[in-house]
């Protein structure tokens, strides 16, 4: 069973980089059709997704967001990192980090990541 565990700063000052790492445990970021990725949700609003990497190491981003973050893995260490530069207030929200096959169908609990001076 694939479990995912966010780690990461829980307050981040503007605009300073906000990076966040999930640790993967129970099975391979390199499983073949595996994509990984991250999704935040900010206070009374729904989940945005932020973009993924691949099994093979492709990246998708959010049209939204694609100028600001950027996503890398460690395959000796089996995690997943997500960087977004330029933070905002706004940028306030539980960030998730997910994975699957077909579906995102396995989640970590979420890390709480306040933007503020």
């Known amino acids: 069973q694939v479990q995912l565990q966010e780690s990461g700063p829980g307050l981040v000052k503007p605009p300073q980089t906000l990076s966040l790492t999930c640790t993967v445990s129970g099975g391979s970021i390199t499983t073949n059709y595996y994509y990984w990725s991250w999704i935040r949700q900010a206070p009374g609003k729904g989940l945005e997704w932020m973009g993924a990497?691949?099994?093979?190491?492709?990246?998708y981003d959010s049209p939204s967001l694609k100028s600001r973050t950027s996503i890398s893995r460690d395959t000796a260490k089996n995690q997943f990192t997500l960087q977004l530069s330029s933070v905002t207030p706004e940028d306030t929200a539980v960030y998730y980090c997910?994975?699957?096959?077909?579906?995102?169908?396995?989640w970590g609990k979420g890390t709480l990541v306040t933007v503020s001076s």
């Open positions: 990497i691949a099994y093979s190491g492709s990246l």
């Open positions: 997910a994975s699957g096959r077909y579906a995102m169908d396995c």
